[in-house]
T-cell receptor, first 111, second 115 residues
């Protein structure tokens, strides 16, 4: 069963770097790791996706170790507007791209 | 601009009614999904469709059915609505998984209340 585990909640302050770690022990060879962000009353929004090592875009970085059993989303210098729920999930390659979400991490950024 | 549109933002239905939630995407995506979201439970997959007329059960299909007669439209049907189906329903679409991964796009959600 494709399952991800991540902390339920995290607190941070403006300007800090935030790292959210997710475990996915049963990830399959061709599965990708993807992170989504969700604000209240909105659908989730894609942040970043990776397969291994490090991926960086204008919003975040994603670190994936060689064994791929975990991943870490890094948000540099967070602001109040980064307060949201962050979901780690696997894109199941052998099931045509099926997406299974976990419970997500509720990030609260304080001034 | 890519778009996934859900037919209603808010819906109130009576117990026992048959309820249709409609979702349309304009990106020619093969995959479409229906999730429900409840406090503390995250998003749970109800049904997944990878092609017209093709569907797979997700984690919580009981009490629901789906229809995909056209590529752009994916309907969720509550055969006989019950109060425990009061929830936020989210539709999404994506390209069929290929090398390089794929991004899913979500609609704004339908908040369904069954009374």
């Amino acid at each position: 069963l494709a399952k991800t585990t991540q902390p339920i909640s995290m607190d941070s302050y403006e300007g800090q770097e935030v790292n959210i770690t997710c475990s996915h022990n049963n990830i399959a060879t061709n599965d990708y790791i993807t992170w989504y962000q969700q604000f209240p009353s909105q659908g989730p929004r894609f942040i970043i996706q990776g397969y291994k090592t490090k991926v960086t875009n204008e919003v975040a970085s994603l670190f994936i170790p060689a064994d791929r059993k975990s991943s870490t989303l890094s948000l540099p210098r967070v602001s109040l507007s980064d307060t949201a729920v962050y979901y780690c999930l696997m894109v199941l390659y052998n099931q045509g791209g099926k997406l299974i979400f976990g419970q997500g991490t509720e990030l609260s950024v304080k001034p | 601009d890519v778009k996934v549109t859900q037919s209603s933002r808010y819906l109130v239905k009576r117990t026992g009614e048959k309820v249709f939630l409609e979702c349309v995407q304009d990106m020619d995506h093969e995959n479409m999904f229906w999730y429900r979201q409840d406090p503390g439970l995250g998003l749970r997959l109800i049904y997944f469709s990878y092609d017209v007329k093709m569907k797979e059960k997700g984690d919580i299909p009981e009490g629901y059915s789906v229809s995909r007669e056209k590529k752009e439209r994916f309907s969720l049907i509550l055969e006989s609505a019950s109060t425990n189906q009061t929830s936020m329903y989210l539709c999404a679409s994506s390209l069929r998984q290929g090398a390089g991964g794929t991004e899913a796009f979500f609609g704004q959600g339908t908040r369904l209340t069954v009374v």
